[in-house]
Nanobody, 117 residues
Framework: QVQLLESGGGLVQPGGSLRLSCEAS????????MGWYRQAPGKERELVAS???????KYGDSAKGRFTISRDTAKSTVYLQMNNLQPEDTAVYYC???????????WGQGIQVTVSS
């Protein structure tokens, strides 16, 4: 069993920044990918950013150019630096870890990010 602990969410004004962290705990052999998804009220959960084996990053359209994902494999931690946040970014953000291409897959409990003036 893998547990994902998220931190760094909160309330920020438009144009502000937040840095999310997700630390994985538990005994795992390897990690195929770690990343972040988000779900806004009334909308489907969507990919924000992920890092696949190595350090290759993939971004959702809404995140590219504003958000940066990074990974510290030694600490089993993935980060999401979010800049120029806008009200449309308001959502619950979920950390995700996939141990292989076909799973298993784990999710954090989700943390709230609210962008409002």
């Amino acid at each position: 069993q893998v547990q994902l602990l998220e931190s760094g969410g909160g309330l920020v004004q438009p144009g502000g920044s937040l840095r999310l962290s997700c630390e994985a705990s538990g005994n795992i052999f390897r990690t195929f990918a770690m990343g972040w998804y988000r779900q806004a009220p009334g909308k489907e959960r969507e990919l924000v950013a992920s890092i696949i084996s190595g350090s290759q990053a993939k971004y959702g359209d809404s995140a590219k150019g504003r958000f940066t994902i990074s990974r510290d494999t030694a600490k089993s931690t993935v980060y999401l630096q979010m800049n120029n946040l806008q009200p449309e970014d308001t959502a619950v953000y979920y950390c995700n870890q996939k141990l292989s291409r076909v799973g298993p897959e784990y999710w954090g409990q989700g943390i709230q990010v609210t962008v409002s003036s």
